[in-house]
């Protein structure tokens, strides 16, 4: 009866190391998508940040379902986006972010509007979406090093959008201040950058104006600076549209 369960007990182990030794020879994605998002009045890109915090852009695998789970990978600062480890397939593509929705929805959850785009992948896929920015936050002029050794910035922030359901009051205009080029909201030094939340109509009393912040914290370190304007309205997912970062030497 011993030799009986020993007999059982070894070939359950062996079977079983078996298994665990198998090797999964299934090659690893190696394909390729890359694209920009591109505000559709100026056919500059949508600046953002980088991380959890900024655009992303949104994979539907359409080949083996019909209703797929997403996958989501983050776009770069300046508004372009690339993901070399990608399965060949058919994908629905869109991006999300400080912009009017590509695809939007009702309250009740019907689809009121797609410009989602398909694409078949095979090594190769660029993918450009049009979009309008809640908020455009242009520089007016240079940063300015004052005799107090702070710095001073101009501004002008506009709408994107004349879409009437994203034409919402300015809750923030923040002036970001880093020692590296990827600045913003996830990303800056609070001992000098400027944050302001507005209330109300305040903030969008400010659109179209030309906007003087300048640094918090005294005398800045001697070293180079990076500057960046965030706002945002209440939207979306409620993110920031941003200036592009700005160098300043400050010795």
Not at 18 to 45: L, M, Q
Request: glycine share 8%.
């Amino acid at each position: 009866m011993k030799k009986i369960f020993y007999y059982s007990a070894l070939c359950l182990a062996i079977a079983a190391g078996s298994s665990c030794s198998k090797i999964d020879n299934e090659a690893a994605p190696s394909s390729t998508i890359t694209g920009s998002t591109i505000d559709e009045g100026t056919g500059k890109t949508v600046q953002t940040e980088i991380g959890g915090g900024g655009t992303r852009v949104k994979l539907l695998e359409t080949s083996y379902s019909a209703n797929p789970v997403p996958i989501y990978f983050q776009s770069k600062q300046d508004g372009t986006f690339e993901n070399t480890k990608v399965f060949d397939a058919t994908y629905k593509v869109s991006v999300e972010g400080p912009f009017v929705p590509v695809v939007q929805t009702s309250s009740n959850g019907a689809l009121l509007s797609d410009s989602s785009q398909t694409i078949v992948l095979k090594k190769q896929a660029n993918v450009n979406f049009k979009v309008q920015p809640f908020l455009r936050v242009d520089w007016v002029g240079t940063p300015v090093v004052n005799p107090d050794n702070t710095v001073t910035v101009k501004v002008k922030v506009t709408r994107g959008t004349a879409n009437p359901s994203y034409l919402l009051d300015v809750t923030d205009i923040n002036l970001y201040v880093s020692n590296t080029q990827y600045d913003g909201s996830n990303n800056y030094d609070p001992r000098y950058s400027t944050l302001t939340q507005y209330s109300g109509a305040t903030g969008t009393g400010l659109l179209g104006q030309v906007i003087t912040i300048t640094t918090t914290g005294g005398s800045l370190p001697a070293q180079d600076v990076y500057f960046r304007v965030g706002a945002r309205i209440n939207a979306g997912l409620n993110q920031y549209n941003y200036s592009t970062p700005v160098l300043a030497s400050h010795q």
